[in-house]
């Protein structure tokens, strides 16, 4: 122990010979990630950036992917071979062909499939030696020569992945995966010890391999080992044989983080590379730093967990007891532990992991979930109350600012005023003392002024105003305005709402229902008055009846001619002109003031009545903030308003405060958040509590620029400083993914693992038109502000721009063939120009296909063949019947003919004798049969017979009624 204490004191002397100050740790705020956002445990024991840009976690209880709003959770399931191995996840890596190796507590180590989203477990198998040694993982890296190193509880394991890059479609087997194995000799072909914990290979190529029981280095060239122990003499300098964790900075230092042994440094003595002969690294020797008991700027545990050096060099150590920032050039540390009285402190102080991502934000796994910070989080320095500290703010509420000629800032708050030295970082307070007449009147400061002649104001909301010459170094001693509600040169109401100097130096205030008032320094009042000032008072400013005496002024403002501009509380705001703002008689009214309000059937007037800041612009226009009604442009030669809401992008549509930088960029404090505004283009960049604001809400009058262009803004926790030319921006261009394809009303859900390849295209039936579509951009500073839009080709070609929603819902597609094209940003407006697309083809129900069509007409054109067919046979077969109908009946017309042809024939034989029975008058053919005359003569000749009476007959057969009748002729009709 004396070499522990001779370090301490050779520590101590260099600190006081540089004669450091020591200070508490940076504010840091930490965003928080646990169970309640879908982590599946919260003790984070390894985690990683995979190449798409997704983040895995691996938790006691499972695996996590994480893409920014979500996790999904892979755990091993008894039922499921091609389930992860165990759930107790030890460590994560990611290999140069995109595979990712885990490792588990107890289920050895698993390949993740991509394609698939399954595993392949690679586990012990005491039949088999060149499986793995053990089950148990604890750590695993690939190498620069393409070697995958898995250190178990078993010995050391490896493998050349250049075998497997052969497989097809990167998908070995178990069989094809074949390990050689290091074990825990001791000697020097061998490990010092056979449960391994961490592995580095540093920038010479060696392998740095921590065990439970010392530190080694493998050479490969030769095959050798090399052990560094803790040993009573502390040959070497290591404190403990329990190594944890490995790091190589990039200087090429070796950090060795140990249990109960601190952290420990190998010396550098070779070159600025850091790579030494195998010869000089065996003797290398190790300066420890450990925590220590009686200094706040040591280490927080002597038990190391993690480390990581960032993109920026600062150097983290996580411990069982803390997060630590080491100054490498003055070797002390700044340390973060949990506060359960602040919101945004760190959350858990045992320190499992540290990682940085591409965007260069830090992951802080500790035993109660996720933190995150990063450096684009801390750009607002804030002064903020804390309970117990006398350095810190009076309290939280910060209600106006300003600055004197020393730099020194004043903060009004809601008990007291508070001084702030951005050099020394000290605050002092002032507050009332019923027993001190020259403190303040009363504690809630509601505005402050430092004036021209160096003079600062405070108004105490319902106690009056008060003022104090400003003597550097020296404390303030307040003086009392005299109040006496009767008297016009005395404070006639004690509820100041508002305090501004014009640019004839003169001092207004505002106060609650009383209207303006206007203090005129008066050097012949020095010598006969306690104070030399007239009060002018401005009251009926409105000109009406039912306005005057009953408008709040919350700001007032002068622009470049001279006029007065007052912002109220519901009344618009009001120009006061020039002539009347100088004149000593205000109540003649030279000249009547304007006013605009908001008109409900005007949408070019102002959009809301409560003015709270009113801004005259470099450019000449005049800008009010409102309460509600977001940001106003008026345009003075029209007298019309153009405004600015949440619907441009603005955070809020209360507008607290305008403030603009030497770029011409307006920054507005709101009810959440700031915004940077620039009128030229519309550009809006939005600030909220994860970039370091005191809090979403921030109040009026609380908002300063110095002559320096820093900016001040305050709020209910506190008070916010920083320089616009210093607001960094993410410029890491977002991967965009798609997630997920769920259809609507219906559980089925496509899953797309492999997203970082280009999507098999989906395929759906005609009832399946349906479908939400899921998509991130993997940027995990401040992913609510990640901006995304889409568009459905053919049936759209605009974009639509969706702002911070990550989904797109589609309904009632109809069948056809669609490309589904995707952007996103970051949180800083920077886009991925590349579109990610996904194909989808709605497939048509049969009756609609082509095919079906096709056959459908072949059917009718068959079917319109057949009925021509039938037909064609119908009309051929009456056709036929009908020529045998013409044939029968032309030879029935011939046989006819015939017959008439031989009875013309007979009837030319009648010229003979032809016998006629006397008493019936029939006739005898020459066969000797008996006919009627008039059928053989009809037969025999072309004669035919019609039947009649002739006179003679007539009276036999008819009564002479008939005959003597109307008609008395006789027509017995014929055949």
Known sequence: MKIRKKHRLINLIFLLTLGVVISQASDLSFQHLDISDGLSQNSIKCMLQDRTGFMWFGTEDGLNRYDGYQFKTFRHDPWDSTSIGGNDISAICEDHAGRLWIGTHDGGLNLYRCSSGDFIRIGHHLDQPHTLSHDSVRTIIEDSQGILWVGTANGLNFVNLAKLDSLSAFNPTTEAIQFSHIEGTGDSTGLSYHWVNCLLEDKAGYLWIGTNWGLNVFNRENGLFHHFYYTEENTCGLWSNYIKCIMQDDEGTLWIGTELGGLSRMKQDAGPDGIKEWEELKSSRFVYFENEVDSRNSLSSNTVLSMIEDGSGDFWIGTEDGLNRMNREINTFEIWKQDPNQVRSLKGNFISSIYQDRSGLLWFGSDQGLNTWSVFQNQFEHIRHMPGEPNSLSNPYVWAICEDLEQNVYIATNCGLNVYSPET????????????????????????????????????????????????????????????????????????????????????????????????????????????????????????????????????????EGNLWAGTDGYGV?????????????????????????????????????????????????????????????????????????????????????????????????????????????????????????AFEFNVHAQFINLRGEIFFGGVNGLNIFHPDKIRSNTLVP???????????????????????????????YQQNGFEIRFAALNYIDPGNNQYRYRMRPVETAWHNRGNENSATYARLSPGEYQFELQGSNNDGVWNPENRILLITIHPPFWQTRWFQACMILTMIGFILFIHYLRTRSIRRRKQLLEIRVHERTEALAAANEELQTALDDVQHLEGLLPICAACKNVRDDKGYWHQVESYISKNSNVEFSHSLCPDCSPKYFPDEIINGEDQSCDCGSD
């Open 735 to 765: 991967p965009i993914v798609i997630l997920g394809f769920q259809l609507l009303n219906d559980s089925t859900e496509f899953n797309l693992h492999c997203t970082s390849q280009k999507h098999e295209p989906i395929h759906l039936n």
């Open 425 to 560: 970082k000290q605050i002092r307070h002032y507050i009332h003392d019923d027993q001190n007449p020259q403190s303040l009147v009363g504690n809630y400061i509601i505005d402050v002024l430092i004036d021209s002649r160096n003079i600062l104001w405070v108004a105490a909301n319902g106690w009056g105003l008060d003022y104090s010459v400003i003597q550097p170094g020296k404390p303030l001693r307040f003086q009392h305005v005299p109040f006496d509600p009767d008297q016009d040169q005395a404070l006639q109401n004690e509820f100041i709402m508002a305090l501004f100097e014009d640019r004839k130096g003169n001092i207004w205030y505002s106060t609650y229902h009383m209207g303006l008032t206007k203090l005129i320094y008066d050097p012949d009042l020095e010598s006969r008055s306690d104070f030399p000032y007239r009060f002018v008072r401005y009251k009926y400013l409105m000109q009406s009846d039912s306005l005057a005496d009953n408008y709040n002024v919350h700001v007032l403002h002068q622009d470049n």
């Open 574 to 694: 009001i120009q006061i002109p020039v002539s009347l703002v100088e004149s000593m008689t205000p109540s003649e009214l030279p000249e009547k003031p304007l006013y605009f309000r908001h008109d409900p059937s005007d949408r070019e007037s102002l959009r809301n009545d409560y003015v709270m800041d009113i801004h005259h612009d470099s450019t000449g226009n005049i800008w009010l903030g409102t309460y509600g009604g977001g940001l106003n442009r008026l345009d003075l030669s029209t007298g019309k308003f153009a405004s600015y809401t949440m619907q441009d992008g603005l955070c809020n549509d209360v507008i607290y405060s305008i403030l603009e930088d030497s770029k011409g960029r307006f920054w507005l404090s709101t009810n959440n958040g700031i915004c940077r505004f620039d009128p030229a283009t519309g550009q809006v960049k939005n600030f909220s509590v994860s970039d370091g604001l005191q």
